[in-house]
């Protein structure tokens, strides 16, 4: 939830950034994009040291960084540095999105693993319907004070209210102990049975003395930070973490989850950052019925500040309301993932998804209704929530001493897929519209095809210990 509300604030202030900092078209789409790109280039040293200096330590560490990121960020003279904090918000977060799916999925069984990772995705909805509250509250406010020479724009205000959740996060990760199944794989056998204990104690209110495993069979396979002692040995421990994500057993389902976590946070997130200023322009022409690419045509990219340089931009409050009722939404959907995934189908609910997405990008060069085009524009955008259900699958397709290397690896390459739809996607909306919805259908139609080549593990039946010695798989 805190890394969609970091990530997802930026698209909320973009009218007054552009008017108070003077940014152009070009410069706020790298704004866009640079808390994709910090999470890009992060992501695969946050898998390594998940896997190797242990999921919370790292959380911690990347959380706190982030949340000091984020407020710096909000004191920002210019449109570069503020590009440059929010490039090192993304950078520290990164690791609260990926690590966070080995981490809850190594919490539970394999009978409630995938609906509890499922779950956890529904988060990121609510952030969607946090931020634009918060947005609400905050962005109409005018305020005649300064800072260090420095007038206090709402959006800065906003900005720090957003580090809250972050905050809570790290309350809650001190809280937490290491996962069991990472311990096991580091060979710290008496502390992974000593966290299972605690575990059984809280559930059952009974004490941890009565767990029936009394001891754990000894589990390889775990690298540690420990054996680090130069650079060499890091390049090294960081390349023998990669490599098995390639193995000839693997290699083919890396690459497929890899493409499509490329190409679906490419559409949703494209389209996501530019949501509110299409949004805008449609209300803005709602009572007209005019089709969406010829709105979208039209727009202009001009700034309009008045000579003596006060901003006076009003955030566009209907377009927020708008977004919190799409976070409901998309609450919801997910909700629906996650009590209906066993008994669809992972596979199965992900190619039905992509078919509702085709017939939504075919009705948005027709429909001219302002509902009608809202909704099918959601609908398409909605395929982000697709990159759920595939992290879900690649959860639990990597082993446990890869584990977080392998979904930081994944969500690493669909960030990239962020980062270059946030670029382009509004040039090509803006100025090939027609062109780019059509592009669009052609591309989840690729990814439908490849939806059924990926992994799709049948749920375990859980086994209840019956002795005093238990084996905890890797897998």
């Known amino acids: 939830m805190a890394v969609m509300v970091e990530i997802m604030g930026v698209s909320l202030i973009?009218?007054?950034?552009?008017?108070?900092?003077?940014?152009?078209?070009?410069?706020?789409?790298?704004?866009?994009?640079?808390?994709?790109?910090?999470?890009?280039?992060?992501?695969?040293?946050?898998?390594?040291?998940?896997?190797?200096?242990?999921?919370?330590?790292?959380?911690?560490?990347?959380?706190?960084?982030?949340?000091?990121?984020?407020?710096?960020?909000?004191?920002?003279?210019?449109?570069?540095?503020?590009?440059?904090?929010?490039?090192?918000?993304?950078?520290?977060?990164?690791?609260?999105?990926a690590c966070v799916f080995s981490l809850c999925g190594e919490f539970?069984?394999?009978?409630?693993?995938?609906?509890?990772?499922?779950?956890?995705?529904?988060?990121?909805?609510?952030?969607?319907?946090?931020?634009?509250?918060?947005?609400?509250?905050?962005?109409?406010?005018?305020?005649?004070?300064?800072?260090?020479?420095?007038?206090?724009?709402?959006?800065?205000?906003?900005?720090?209210?957003?580090?809250s959740i972050t905050v809570l996060a790290l309350c809650g990760l001190f809280m937490l102990p290491e996962t069991p199944k990472y311990q096991l794989v580091q060979g710290q056998m008496e502390e992974a049975l000593q966290t299972l204990r605690n575990i059984y104690a809280q559930n059952s209110g009974r004490s941890g003395s009565d767990y029936p495993v009394k001891h754990l069979a000894q589990q390889s396979g775990g690298a540690s930070l420990s054996s680090v002692h130069g650079f060499c040995d890091a390049v090294r421990l960081i390349w023998q973490q990669t490599v098995p994500l390639f193995y000839r057993s693997r290699v083919l389902q890396t690459l497929n989850i890899c493409l499509i976590q490329f190409m679906i946070y490419g559409i949703a997130q494209g389209i996501f950052m530019w949501f509110p200023t299409i949004l805008n322009e449609l209300d803005k022409v709602s009572d007209q019925g005019s089709l969406l690419c010829t709105v979208l045509q039209g727009f202009s990219s001009a700034q309009n500040v008045p000579e003596d340089g006060?901003?006076?931009?009003?955030?566009?409050?209907?377009?927020?309301?708008?977004?919190?009722?799409?976070?409901?939404?998309?609450?919801?959907?997910?909700?629906?993932?996650?009590?209906?995934?066993?008994?669809?189908?992972?596979?199965?609910?992900l190619i039905g998804?992509?078919?509702?997405?085709?017939?939504?990008?075919?009705?948005?060069?027709?429909?001219?209704?302002?509902?009608?085009?809202?909704?099918?524009?959601?609908?398409?955008?909605?395929?982000?929530?697709?990159?759920?259900?595939?992290?879900?699958?690649a959860m639990e397709f990597y082993p446990t001493q890869i584990n977080a290397m392998g979904m930081c690896f994944i969500m690493m390459i669909g960030r990239l897929g962020a980062v270059v739809g946030s670029n382009l996607m509004?040039?090509?909306?803006?100025?090939?519209?027609?062109?780019?919805?059509?592009?669009?259908?052609?591309?989840?139609?690729?990814?439908?095809?490849?939806?059924?080549?990926?992994?799709?593990?049948?749920?375990?039946?859980?086994?209840?210990p019956t002795s005093s010695t238990t084996q905890i798989n890797s897998k």
């Not at 946090?130 to 947005?135: C, I, R």
């Not at 939404?329 to 189908?345: Q, S």
């Not at 939504?360 to 955008?381: D, E, G, K, R, S």
């Not at 519209?433 to 139609?445: A, D, K, N, P, Q």
Request: glycine share 8%; aromatic share 12%; hydrophobic share 55%.
């Open 14 to 97: 973009m009218p007054l950034v552009k008017c108070d900092l003077q940014s152009t078209i070009e410069q706020q789409g790298m704004l866009a994009s640079a808390g994709f790109l910090g999470v890009v280039l992060s992501s695969h040293a946050m898998g390594f040291l998940a896997d190797t200096w242990g999921r919370v330590a790292t959380l911690r560490y990347a959380m706190t960084f982030s949340a000091i990121s984020s407020i710096v960020s909000a004191f920002s003279v210019n449109i570069w540095m503020l590009i440059v904090c929010r490039f090192l918000t993304g950078f520290f977060i990164s690791g609260g999105q």
């Open 353 to 393: 998804w992509m078919v509702l997405t085709l017939i939504c990008l075919v009705l948005l060069h027709y429909v001219t209704q302002f509902a009608m085009l809202v909704i099918a524009l959601t609908l398409v955008m909605a395929i982000g929530n697709c990159g759920g259900v595939v992290s879900t699958m």
């Open 310 to 349: 006060v901003c006076l931009v009003a955030p566009p409050l209907g377009t927020y309301q708008v977004m919190i009722t799409i976070g409901g939404a998309f609450t919801i959907i997910y909700l629906i993932f996650a009590y209906t995934i066993d008994l669809i189908g992972k596979r199965n609910l």
């Open 426 to 464: 509004g040039r090509l909306l803006f100025n090939s519209c027609e062109v780019t919805f059509w592009s669009l259908l052609g591309i989840v139609m690729v990814l439908t095809c490849m939806t059924f080549f990926l992994p799709d593990r049948a749920r375990s039946k859980s086994i209840s």
């Open 108 to 163: 539970h069984g394999n009978k409630s693993r995938v609906r509890h990772v499922t779950l956890l995705s529904c988060f990121m909805c609510v952030a969607m319907m946090y931020a634009p509250a918060v947005a609400i509250g905050i962005l109409p406010m005018q305020f005649d004070a300064s800072l260090f020479g420095m007038a206090i724009s709402s959006w800065r205000i906003f900005l720090i209210a957003d580090v």
